[in-house]
């Protein structure tokens, strides 16, 4: 069963009073690593099969380790990029091609990894490029439509929250919602490739 645009914005919602999760982030950096824990732990959640509604935010400190985690992994998939992006000066024109295809690449399997690093805890399986490769290019026409269906969910979102207002829950959202569609694609592949 596919997961649908109306069920991405609407698991946001059932829990109304956790998007103010993200209010931990106005603590510095220790804020931002928990926030970031948690956003995985909303993957973990559905990958479960808990599709219902976004978790409760749960221990501080292992929020933080597993944000940190994240942060490690964005980090490290970052030096890629730019190590691809060198190579614009080195090569000229072979090098530009050659950045944006690696740009392209790291954009579509990045997502995996943070899932693969969410449902194990481990930086180790998190960089299994490999497995990461066969998930969405093994799925790739569904993989597309997720993609598709995020940035409908976004612009919807975005629309609701023409009223400043709002935009407090819009963000969140965004993020719990990004989330949820990825997590379910992830769980729906049939064939998942073994680590």
């Known amino acids: 069963m596919t997961v649908t645009i109306n069920e991405a914005l609407k698991y946001p919602f059932v829990r109304f009073g956790r998007l103010f999760y993200w209010l931990w982030m106005l603590i510095p950096v220790l804020g931002w690593l928990a926030f970031s824990g948690y956003v995985l732990r909303i993957v ?3 990958i479960k099969g808990k599709y219902k509604e976004s978790p409760k935010f749960g221990r501080f400190w292992s929020n933080c380790e597993l944000g940190l985690y994240a942060w490690i992994l964005g980090i490290l998939v970052g030096f890629v990029s730019m190590a691809a992006a060198s190579l614009q000066v080195l090569l ?3 090098g530009i091609v ?4 690696v740009l392209i690449y790291i954009s579509l399997i990045s997502p995996i990894l943070m899932i693969q ?3 194990t805890e481990n930086l180790k399986n998190a960089f299994n490029f490999v497995r990461a490769h066969k998930i969405v290019f093994g799925n790739f026409v ?3 439509i997720i993609l598709l269906k ?3 969910v976004t612009l919807v979102l975005l629309l609701a929250s023409l009223p400043v207002v709002t935009i407090i829950f819009t963000f969140p959202a965004m993020s719990y919602s990004k989330q949820y569609l990825y997590a379910r694609f992830y769980r729906d592949v049939k064939k ?3 680590y």
């Open 44 to 46: 973990q959640n559905v």
């Open 92 to 94: 000229g024109l072979w």
């Open 150 to 152: 995020q940035v409908v």
């Open 192 to 194: 998942k490739p073994k």
């Open 117 to 119: 690093l969410a449902e």
């Open 142 to 144: 569904p993989y597309i």
């Open 98 to 101: 050659i950045y944006y295809v």
